[in-house]
């Protein structure tokens, strides 16, 4: 009851001493913010408003046709109509647009023909995956076109079509991707600079000595620190996920039992390492450092924009070590699956396994550093 006492005490103490620092404060509430609104409107991977210029040497009304298709979708915006070929090279270099449709002057005979009517298109390749997202939409596009004019002229259908159907994201939206995402990147970053800074503070403000000097053993000061930062965590991920649902608008199909036991996993995992990083750091310069020297791979490993099954196979290898890989699983697979407890359980016990051994890590390196 005494160590229960102490460590509430201790877990206080460190609350009040976050919450009271307007710079803690400050990073605790507006770079989550800040960080949520850009990837949630700028990390995406749909494009709109694509510049556009128009090269029609076929004036018909089949070839305006076409071009209002384009030039009518969401996708693409027309800038520039062109008028001979000296005009393309410099709108490309000068990426006034990114691609130039040139419509020659048969197109239109050649579909009352029958036959193949070529439409050329030059696109900007510099962004290879801006160019390929550009030619998927222009692809579809023509492909409504072709059924049309074949419905109109009576000329044969295409003898094999594609139909398409999207299985847990419907219409396609990158948003429905990202957004889940983000609550793991955020409570890692908040937690585990929460805590890597703790012990850190103490050092630098002169009062960890008269914390050795309490009653207080090694284990009760590791679990009142590791408290606050667990809670912290668990209110970040509340209100990201609460945005996301009610502002973003994503579908929340799963067990949310299941999701906030991956989040507690998740978390203890982040304390842990935090812990680790906090206890080897005299400043919290030395701190900062240490957080942001485990937090950048940690992000680019997880599989937060790029699948892991794409990386090379010893890439893989060293990301079973990381928490994140494991959470952004859970927290996709919870927002947009379905996933109930027992699909998850391969990504918890992962979790549970590097939470254990990060915090007796911490726990040594604690009374190492103490001795």
Excluded: C
Aim: charged letters at 15%; a neutral charge.
């Amino acid at each position: 009851m005494i160590t229960l006492q102490r460590i509430i005490a201790l877990a206080i103490k460190e609350m009040l001493a976050i919450l009271r620092d307007s710079q803690s404060r400050f990073v605790l509430i507006g770079p989550p913010i800040a960080q949520l609104l850009v990837f949630g409107y700028a990390a995406t991977y749909d494009l709109n408003h694509i510049p556009v210029a128009v090269y029609n040497e076929d004036r018909s009304v089949v070839a305006r046709e076409l071009v209002a298709k384009i030039t009518g979708s969401p996708h693409f915006e027309l800038v520039a109509r062109v008028d001979h070929d000296a005009q393309i090279a410099p709108l490309i270099d000068n990426k006034d647009v990114l691609m130039v449709l040139h419509l020659g002057p048969r197109f239109s005979d050649d579909i009352k023909r029958g036959i193949t009517a070529p439409v050329q298109v030059i696109i900007d390749g510099r962004n290879s995956n801006t160019a390929l997202l550009t030619l998927g939409y222009l692809r579809t596009i023509f492909t409504d076109f072709n059924y049309e004019q074949a419905r109109k002229l009576g000329l044969p259908a295409v003898p094999a079509a594609l139909q398409i159907r999207p299985w847990y994201n419907e219409n396609l939206l990158s948003r429905w991707f990202v957004v889940p995402g983000i609550i793991g990147l955020l409570m890692l970053v908040v937690t585990t600079t929460v805590t890597g800074l703790s012990v850190a503070r103490e050092r630098e403000a002169g009062t960890f000595d008269q914390l050795l000097m309490t009653p207080m053993r090694p284990f009760e000061i590791l679990v009142g620190k590791s408290i606050p930062g667990l809670l912290i965590g668990l209110a970040e991920g509340t209100f990201i996920l609460v945005v996301a649902v009610w502002w973003f608008d994503i579908p929340l199909r799963g067990s949310i039992g299941a999701l906030y036991l991956g989040m507690f996993l998740f978390l203890m995992s982040a304390v842990g390492v935090g812990l680790m990083i906090s206890s080897l750091a005299v400043t919290q310069q030395q701190g900062i450092l240490g957080a942001f020297l485990f937090l950048v791979p940690a992000v680019i490993l997880s599989g937060f924009a790029t699948p892991v099954s794409n990386m090379p196979e010893v890439v893989q290898q060293l990301t079973v070590v990381n928490p994140l890989r494991y959470f952004l699983v859970i927290v996709r697979g919870v927002f947009l699956e379905g996933d109930s407890w027992t699909l998850l359980f391969d990504q918890y016990w992962p979790m549970a396994i590097i939470a254990v051994l990060t915090l007796a890590a911490a726990g040594w390196l604690f009374r190492h550093r103490m001795s």
